[in-house]
């Protein structure tokens, strides 16, 4: 392996403590070194038991680690290791103790060794037996002992000698020798080892109230050898309240004063530096992340990385262990989000859910009061909603009594105090912030929600619109609206049109031309908002970005290659001038292009049929009518109709609902036909002679024509058709009647 690989690590760091004191960053191998030559130096044979005090993540179980590879190197002594945490019940610790002492010293000391391992295994031994000690002797369950040691001679099948042993000791321990003989007998099998023995338990803090009692008697009363230097690492606040409620005394310090009697030294950990922790681990390992999924961010976005670390996060890493988890939670996000969210965002919000979860949680179940503009709300006021989206979070903040507040105002800026208003919903999405109720729930999910469009196939149609084809771009853009919709791709494309350059704004506008049939007019009363309006916009701002000289051109181009005909006339509309300020082209250009889009609106009615009969168009037929005659020969829209009512009826009928405007009502909901007022009678007037079509629903509607009264038509008793035929006489023969000169 080169030198260079070996510097290289895991993308993902698991939850293990260091094993030398070459990986330290906090300076805590000195503490260590330290630590072990007090150790070595020690000329005490009495037993010692140090604590190494830390909180959860502080980095005890490497402070451990550092220490035992100081001390292994040392012939004179002996580390050995014991997890407590991984035992059932008290018996199986006390057992698992003793043999693992004992095997550790017999393996690593020979025929010395075994020696010192018979004298532990027979007063373990004792220990199992126990059932009541009275004045210092056991008395013996021979029942367990032999359970005991039955178990114990396939453990000790490694040693001959151990075994043979154990086949004796049954007879042995049917003695009534004291504990304290077979404990002496032990000091004096150590001494003769000339070794320091340092027994390392870490994680006592895992273990439940009577198991750390368990513990901590065996290392006080029954495994207090000579020689032998216990490192115990744990949480002493909670080791302490374990012990307060075995331990009851008249105040809250009899946990912590059993303790002091156990621990002859307790050292806590040095608090991990500030500059080590941040500089040292979290921002390089923030780096280190963005440069493994080749993530590039500018100058600023690191400034406001590490701007919503410092002031909103900060006071929770506090521990190597948190900030670990901080770096893979964000390891874990960035690529699966890479480029379809904001990174700055992105890399706080993780933040948050390891820092403060309750406040993650309460983010993502009330969206509305942290993402929803009140100027959206039309019903009840902006202010109302305002005030009671911020006492939702005030609420929270209130009781969940965490300092997340900060960091979230960072995240979604509208909840500040000042800045509110100042941030548009379309702003937001453009920079992919978590704000923005088109992402937000992207960064809750790690996904793309459906009938949403990817940002990244999105930007590969920004990015090759200049160079593709028109024929890919098109192809390329009409995957992304079958995967969405149209409303969600002309989104995208408003929230970029100011990064559009002219250029490819000129490919824009014929891509958006080419697409026309896709989009649609809201099945709403509302079509001001709809797709197709909006694209209509789009495609005059993209024609304005262009030099004066190529407007026209390329205007000319979209009316006539355009398939939607709808949109051919929205387009007309918009470059149509409503005073000279706004004029786009020469007078001769604008009367050029107004006659153009009449032509198109001709030509599509001859080959496609009446306009009112089509789903597409039916909601567009006065526009379209009115357009087209605007630059029309005379008569030649009224003769078309003519042509195509004929004598039907039914066609007059249908010609007439193609007036009447869609509406919502509390009564009947959504209708595609409405009301048929006099404004709707005076369109149809300025198109054909009203006489014609009264002629022809007379045919079949004289019933109700004859005395026409002022009927509602969507109400009429009679239907909707008799309604309809009914009002349209009660007009025309109003009109009829206001117009005929007295005699």
Same mark, same amino acid.
């Given at each position: 392996?080169?030198?260079?690989e070996?510097?290289?690590?895991?993308?993902?760091?698991?939850d293990?403590?260091?094993?030398?004191?070459?990986q330290?960053?906090?300076?805590?191998?000195?503490?260590?070194?330290?630590?072990?030559?007090?150790i070595k130096?020690?000329?005490?044979?009495?037993?010692?038991?140090?604590?190494?005090?830390?909180k959860?993540?502080?980095g005890?179980?490497?402070?451990?680690n550092f220490?035992?590879?100081y001390?292994?190197?040392?012939?004179d002594?002996?580390c050995?290791?014991?997890?407590p945490?991984?035992?059932?019940?008290?018996?199986e610790?006390?057992?698992?103790?003793?043999?693992?002492?004992?095997?550790?010293?017999?393996?690593?000391?020979?025929?010395?060794?075994?020696?010192?391992?018979?004298?532990?295994?027979?007063?373990?031994?004792?220990?199992?037996?126990?059932?009541?000690p009275i004045?210092?002797?056991?008395?013996?369950?021979?029942?367990?002992?032999?359970?005991?040691?039955?178990?114990?001679?396939?453990?000790?099948?490694?040693?001959?000698?151990l075994?043979?042993?154990?086949?004796?000791?049954?007879?042995?321990?049917?003695?009534?020798?004291?504990?304290?003989?077979?404990?002496?007998?032990?000091?004096?099998?150590?001494?003769?080892?000339?070794?320091k023995?340092?027994v390392?338990?870490?994680?006592?803090?895992?273990?439940d109230?009577?198991e750390?009692?368990?513990l901590?008697?065996?290392?006080?009363?029954t495994?207090?050898?000579?020689?032998v230097?216990?490192?115990?690492?744990?949480?002493?606040?909670m080791?302490?309240?374990?012990?307060?409620?075995?331990?009851?005394?008249?105040d809250?310090?009899?946990?912590?004063?059993?303790?002091?009697?156990?621990?002859?030294?307790?050292?806590?950990?040095?608090k991990?530096?500030?500059?080590?922790?941040?500089n040292?681990?979290?921002?390089?390992?923030?780096?280190?992340?963005l440069?493994?999924?080749?993530?590039?961010?500018s100058?600023?976005?690191?400034r406001d990385?590490?701007?919503?670390?410092?002031?909103?996060?900060?006071?929770?890493?506090?521990t190597?262990?948190?900030?670990k988890?901080?770096?893979n939670?964000?390891?874990?996000?960035?690529?699966?989000?890479d480029?379809? %969210?904001?990174?700055?965002? @992105?890399?706080? !919000?993780?933040? &948050?859910?390891?820092c #403060?979860?309750?406040?993650?949680? $309460?983010?993502?179940?009330?969206?509305?009061?942290?993402?929803?503009n009140?100027?959206?709300?039309?019903?009840?006021?902006?202010?109302?909603?305002e005030?009671?989206?911020?006492?939702?979070?005030?609420q929270?903040?209130?009781?969940?009594?965490?300092?997340?507040?900060?960091?979230?105002?960072?995240?979604f800026?509208?909840?500040?105090?000042?800045?509110f208003?100042? %941030?548009?919903?379309k702003? @937001?999405?453009? !920079?992919?912030r &978590?704000?923005s109720? #088109?992402?937000?729930?992207?960064? $809750?999910t790690y996904?793309?929600?459906?009938?949403?469009?990817?940002?990244?196939?999105?930007?590969?149609?920004?990015?090759?619109?200049?160079?593709?084809?028109l024929?890919?771009?098109?192809?390329?853009a009409?995957?992304?609206?079958e995967?969405?919709?149209?409303?969600?791709?002309?989104r995208?494309i408003?929230?970029?049109?100011?990064?559009?350059?002219?250029s490819?704004?000129?490919?824009?506008?014929l891509?958006?031309?080419?697409?026309?049939?896709?989009f649609?007019?809201?099945r709403?009363? $509302?079509?001001?908002h709809?797709?197709l309006?909006?694209?209509?916009?789009l495609?005059?701002e993209?024609?304005?970005?262009?030099?004066?000289?190529?407007?026209?051109?390329?205007?000319?181009?979209?009316?006539n290659e355009?398939?939607?005909?709808?949109l051919?006339?929205e387009?007309?509309?918009?470059?149509?001038?409503?005073?000279?300020k706004?004029?786009?082209?020469s007078n001769e250009?604008?009367?050029?292009?107004?006659k153009?889009?009449s032509?198109?609106?001709?030509?599509d009615?001859?080959?496609?049929?009446?306009?009112?009969?089509?789903?597409?168009?039916?909601?567009?037929?006065?526009l379209?009518?009115?357009i087209?005659?605007?630059?029309?020969?005379?008569?030649?829209v009224?003769?078309?109709?003519?042509?195509?009512?004929?004598?039907?009826?039914d066609?007059?009928i249908?010609?007439?609902?193609?007036?009447?405007?869609?509406?919502?009502?509390?009564?009947?909901?959504?209708?595609?036909?409405?009301?048929?007022?006099?404004?709707?009678?005076?369109?149809?007037?300025?198109?054909?002679e009203?006489?014609?079509?009264?002629?022809?629903l007379?045919q079949?509607?004289?019933?109700?024509?004859?005395?026409?009264k002022?009927?509602?038509?969507?109400k009429?008793?009679?239907?909707?058709?008799?309604?309809?035929?009914?009002?349209?006489?009660?007009?025309y023969?109003r009109d009829k009647?206001?117009?005929?000169p007295?005699?």
């Open positions: 392996m080169s030198e260079s070996e510097q290289i690590e895991p993308v993902f760091s698991g293990n403590a260091l094993k030398s004191p070459e330290d960053k906090f300076g805590r191998a000195d503490f260590s070194y330290r630590i072990s030559e007090i130096k020690r000329k005490e044979a009495d037993h010692l038991t140090i604590g190494i005090y830390g959860w993540g502080e005890k179980t490497s402070v451990v220490i035992n590879h001390l292994e190197k040392d012939e002594i002996i050995l290791h014991f997890n945490w991984r035992y059932r019940n008290e018996d610790l006390l057992n698992s103790f003793f043999k693992q002492f004992s095997q550790g010293i017999s393996k690593k000391l020979k025929k010395s060794g075994e020696k010192v391992a018979k004298a532990i295994l027979t007063y373990s031994g004792t220990i199992v037996a126990i059932t009541e004045t210092g002797l056991a008395i013996f369950n021979t029942e367990k002992i032999s359970g005991w040691f039955n178990s114990m001679k396939e453990w000790v099948g490694w040693s001959k000698e075994k043979d042993s154990t086949d004796t000791l049954y007879e042995y321990l049917s003695k009534d020798e004291t504990l304290e003989n077979q404990k002496e007998n032990i000091n004096k099998e150590l001494r003769k080892t000339g070794k023995h340092v390392f338990i870490d994680d006592i803090d895992r273990l109230n009577e750390i009692r368990t901590f008697q065996l290392i006080k009363l495994a207090d050898f000579d020689h230097i216990y490192v115990l690492s744990f949480d002493p606040d080791v302490a309240a374990a012990l307060d409620k075995i331990y009851p005394g008249n809250d310090q009899s946990g912590m004063n059993f303790l002091e009697k156990i621990v002859q030294v307790p050292l806590r950990l040095p991990v530096r500030e500059t080590d922790l941040f040292g681990v979290l921002y390089p390992g923030i780096d280190r992340i440069k493994t999924y080749s993530i590039s961010i100058d600023e976005q690191a990385i590490r701007d919503g670390i410092e002031n909103g996060l900060k006071s929770r890493l506090a190597p262990r948190m900030v988890r901080y770096l939670a964000v390891t874990f996000s960035l690529p699966i989000l480029g379809e %969210v904001n990174v700055v965002d @992105l890399i706080l !919000l993780e933040g &948050v859910k390891i #403060y979860p309750k406040a993650y949680d $309460f983010v993502f179940n009330n969206k509305s009061a942290f993402i929803q009140p100027q959206e709300f039309m019903f009840p006021s902006k202010e109302e909603m005030k009671q989206f911020k006492e939702t979070r005030e929270f903040f209130e009781k969940s009594g965490d300092e997340s507040k900060t960091i979230l105002e960072t995240l800026p509208r909840i500040g105090k000042y800045r208003s100042n %941030v548009s919903e702003e @937001l999405s453009r !920079l992919q &978590v704000s109720r #088109y992402y937000f729930e992207r960064y $809750f996904s793309i929600p459906k009938g949403d469009i990817q940002d990244q196939k999105f930007r590969e149609l920004l990015t090759g619109i200049d160079s593709n084809s024929e890919v771009s098109v192809s390329l009409k995957e992304l609206i995967s969405s919709n149209g409303d969600v791709f002309v995208k408003e929230e970029n049109i100011e990064n559009i350059s002219s490819d704004a000129y490919y824009f506008a891509l958006l031309s080419d697409l026309g049939s896709y649609k007019k809201n709403s009363i $509302f079509t001001f709809s797709p309006r909006r694209v209509a916009d495609i005059k993209f024609i304005l970005k262009q030099e004066k000289d190529e407007r026209f051109p390329l205007s000319e181009k979209i009316i355009c398939p939607n005909i709808v051919v006339t387009v007309g509309r918009n470059l149509h001038p409503k005073n000279n706004e004029q786009i082209f250009d604008q009367e050029k292009l107004e153009l889009v032509g198109r609106i001709k030509k009615a001859e080959d496609n049929g009446p306009f009112y009969e089509r789903e597409e168009t039916k909601r567009d037929t006065v379209l009518f009115n087209w005659k605007s630059g029309a020969l005379e008569n030649e009224s003769d078309y109709i003519k042509s195509q009512i004929g004598d039907s009826p066609k007059a249908q010609f007439l609902k193609s007036f009447m405007a869609s509406v919502n009502s509390s009564e009947h909901g959504y209708l595609e036909h409405g009301h048929f007022e006099y404004s709707e009678y005076s369109y149809v007037k300025s198109l054909i009203p006489g014609l079509i009264y002629d022809i007379l079949e509607y004289e019933s109700v024509m004859t005395n026409p002022d009927v509602k038509v969507i009429y008793e009679g239907g909707f058709v008799k309604g309809l035929a009914q009002k349209f006489s009660f007009y023969q009647n206001e117009n005929t007295e005699a």
